[in-house]
């Protein structure tokens, strides 16, 4: 094990650090990002093993971090001061550690049942829920067009809470070539539609997700095999014009996971 006890911004370690924070190109050059926060992790330890560095701040950690601390002594270690630390950390409290870790590639089904496929998706924290949900519900792959944000930012990956390490990933993909040669259903969910619940989706199925404001270019929507939407309530006083896009992957995504758990059950 190597100790570091690092004070200076000039510090070339420190430097790469705060590339490996800040810059996509940076981590996908050097196949490496940073983790944040003890469940991060403890997660990547569970799956993939030891990382390749652990960063800590000076002063008290939270006492899960402590733990988790002692736990990885065997590997190179740096601490540096708080306010350095808290320029690598995405989140205002953080839990006082990080570590330094390989990103890991998970393989591709060779012929996935359960697709998602997101669209110029801007924001990390959205992103990384969206992946988080695609886990949880089962998804076999997660396709990124190359407008979408960085699924391994400290942001993103803090909004997956582990799920990048579950969900095989494909970045930078051309949707509507994978569209072209996916052996199912595709639905692109749009403003108006067919009912989401009106759908099969027992069969291998493909949920296009599109940016949160503009939502699916017009390119990708007809490269689909259906437009689809998911119904809202009027009231008197009218109805919510369109819901957030990770709330809409949520829904898509649990209506076929209720539809095939029906299916297994009868």
């Not at 190359?146 to 990048?164: E, M, N, V």
């Not at 949920?207 to 404001?213: A, D, K, R």
């Not at 008197?236 to 209720?258: D, P």
Request: glycine share 8%; net charge neutral.
């Amino acid at each position: 094990m190597s100790f570091k006890h690092i004070t200076s911004r000039d510090n070339p370690i420190f430097k790469q650090l705060k590339k490996f924070a800040d810059n996509a190109k940076e981590r996908r050059a050097e196949g490496k990002t940073l983790l944040d926060g003890v469940h991060l992790v403890e997660s990547y330890v569970a799956i993939f093993g030891l990382p390749d560095a652990v960063i800590i701040p000076e002063g008290k950690s939270s006492v899960e971090a402590t733990d988790l601390i002692q736990a990885l002594a065997d590997i190179s270690t740096i601490m540096l001061p708080t306010l350095m630390f808290a320029e690598l950390t995405p989140v205002a409290s953080a839990t006082g550690i990080l570590a330094l870790a390989k990103t890991p590639a998970l393989p591709v089904p060779n012929a996935p049942q359960f697709v998602v496929m997101l669209e110029d998706i801007q924001d990390p924290g959205n992103l990384g829920s969206m992946l988080r949900t695609a886990a949880a519900a089962g998804a076999d792959v997660a396709y990124l067009s190359t407008g979408c944000t960085d699924a391994w930012s400290p942001k993103a990956l803090r909004g997956g809470q582990g799920a990048q390490f579950m969900l095989p990933i494909i970045e930078r993909a051309d949707l509507i070539s994978e569209l072209r040669v996916f052996q199912g259903a595709s639905y692109a969910t749009a403003m108006a539609g067919e009912s989401i619940y009106a759908q099969n989706l027992t069969v291998p199925t493909a949920f296009v997700i599109g940016n949160e404001g503009a939502g699916l270019r017009k390119e990708t929507m007809a490269a689909c095999s259906k437009r689809i939407t998911i119904p809202m309530a009027k009231t008197g006083l009218g109805s919510v014009e369109s819901l957030n896009a990770g709330a809409a992957t949520a829904i898509c995504l649990f209506e076929r996971v209720r539809q095939c758990s029906l299916k297994q059950a009868g």
